[in-house]
C-alpha cells in the first residue's frame, strides 16, 4: 500500500497483525542501552552497534514463527520510536508486499 497524498499519518487502517514484520528488515542501530543481549548484536570497525540479520533478511531477535519481536521489552530505541501506520511505515510494507 503507497500512501495517497490525502493519507493521514499514522493511518489507522494499518495493523502489524497483517505485516509481514517488513521494519524488521531494516538496519537498526543501537542508540542507546536499552538491555539488547549481545548474541543479537554486531560491532563495526568504529565501535557502531547494530542488530544482527540472518541470511533471510529479518533482525535476529524475530520470531521466525509469530513474526513477533522476542526482546520486545528491551527493543533499540529505534524500534521504539517507529510508528505503525506512518509514512516509513507505509513505505516498508509497499516494498515488501
Ligand atoms: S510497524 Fe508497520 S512495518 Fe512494522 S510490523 Fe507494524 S505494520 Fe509492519
Ligand atoms: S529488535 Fe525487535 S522490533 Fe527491533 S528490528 Fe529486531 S525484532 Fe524488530
Known amino acids: 500500500m ?3 497524498q ?3 499519518f499514522p493511518d489507522p487502517d494499518v ?3 497483517d505485516c509481514a514484520a517488513c521494519c524488521c528488515r531494516l538496519d537498526v542501530t543501537l542508540l542507546t542501552e536499552t538491555g539488547v543481549p549481545d548474541r543479537f ?3 563495526d570497525e568504529f ?3 547494530y542488530m544482527v540479520h540472518l541470511p533471510d533478511g529479518w533482525c535476529a531477535a524475530l520470531d521466525r514463527g509469530t513474526m513477533k519481536c ?3 521489552e ?3 530505541l529505534v524500534c521504539r520510536e517507529f510508528v505503525m501506520g506512518d509514512y516509513e511505515c507505509l ?3 509497499a516494498a515488501n508486499p
Open 70 to 72: 522476542t526482546i520486545y
Open 2 to 4: 503507497m500512501p495517497s
Open 15 to 17: 495493523t502489524c497483525a
Open 91 to 93: 513505505f516498508e510494507r
Open 41 to 43: 548484536i554486531e560491532v
Open 74 to 76: 528491551n527493543r533499540p
Open 47 to 49: 565501535g557502531a552497534q
Open 6 to 8: 490525502e493519507t493521514i
